[in-house]
């Protein structure tokens, strides 16, 4: 069975500050992808970012970046200098190689404040 | 561009009644899937599709019902609607190649 913990269910940060966002894994297969959505206010599911099991080279995009530790099972993701517009729920999720059916965490809230 | 679009984005109903959700991408995915997010409980899988003519239940799919008789489209079904499947119900499609899941905007049911 595969699992996905955010430990972190809120957090709140005032604008500009870092904040980093918390996910541990389980799973038993070899071959898996872990992504991160972004749940803004407005309500919508956004993909943000997919990694698989075989890539832990970091990744920066902007302002976002994603920790990926095999050894330590976290895929953690770090949002730089935030912004009002970075707040949202945030979710993990992680699939089986051939699954296709995603497991979720269950969403960490970030709220930034001007 | 390729989407996947829901309808109605808002409804409302009495116990009882049948409801049917849309749901239809222009991805040209073969994996479709719904969800329903309810606070506390985050994202649980309904029901899901592999392709047309293939459907197969996930965690929560008692009361609910779906048919795939085209790549495009994923009808959600609640036989009996009931108070406890008022909720915001997610459609999302996926290729084989990524695993990557493309969201609807939702469809935020209440249930009277």
């Known amino acids: 069975a595969q699992k996905v913990t955010q430990a972190q269910t809120e957090i709140s940060v005032v604008e500009k500050e870092d904040v980093t966002l918390d996910c541990v894994y389980e799973?038993?297969?070899?071959?898996?992808?872990l992504f991160w959505y972004k749940q803004p206010p407005s309500g919508e599911l956004v993909f943000l970012i997919r990694r698989n099991s075989f890539d832990e080279q970091n990744e920066i995009s902007g302002r976002y970046s994603w920790n990926f530790q095999k050894s330590t099972s976290s895929f953690n993701f770090t949002i730089t200098a935030s912004q009002v517009v970075d707040s949202a729920v945030y979710f993990c999720?992680?699939?089986?190689?051939?699954?296709?059916?995603?497991?979720f965490g269950a969403g960490t809230t970030v709220t930034v404040r001007a | 561009d390729a989407e996947i679009t829901q309808s109605p984005r808002h409804k409302i109903t009495e116990t009882g009644r049948q409801v049917t959700l849309a749901c239809h991408q222009t991805?040209?995915?073969?994996?479709m899937f719904w969800y329903r997010q309810d606070l506390g409980h985050g994202l649980r899988l309904i029901h899901y599709?592999?392709?047309?003519?293939?459907?197969n239940k996930g965690e929560v799919s008692d009361g609910y019902s779906v048919s795939r008789s085209n790549t495009e489209d994923l009808p959600l079904t609640l036989e009996s609607a009931a108070s406890s499947q008022t909720s915001v119900y997610f459609c999302?499609?996926?290729?084989?190649?990524?695993?990557?899941?493309?969201f609807g905007p939702g469809t935020r049911l209440t249930v009277l």
């Open positions: 999302a499609s996926s290729d084989t190649q990524t695993d990557t899941q493309y």
């Open positions: 999720a992680l699939t089986a190689e051939g699954d296709y059916k995603l497991s």
């Open positions: 991805w040209n995915h073969n994996n």
């Open positions: 799973t038993r297969d070899t071959t898996y992808y």
């Open positions: 599709s592999y392709g047309v003519h293939d459907t």
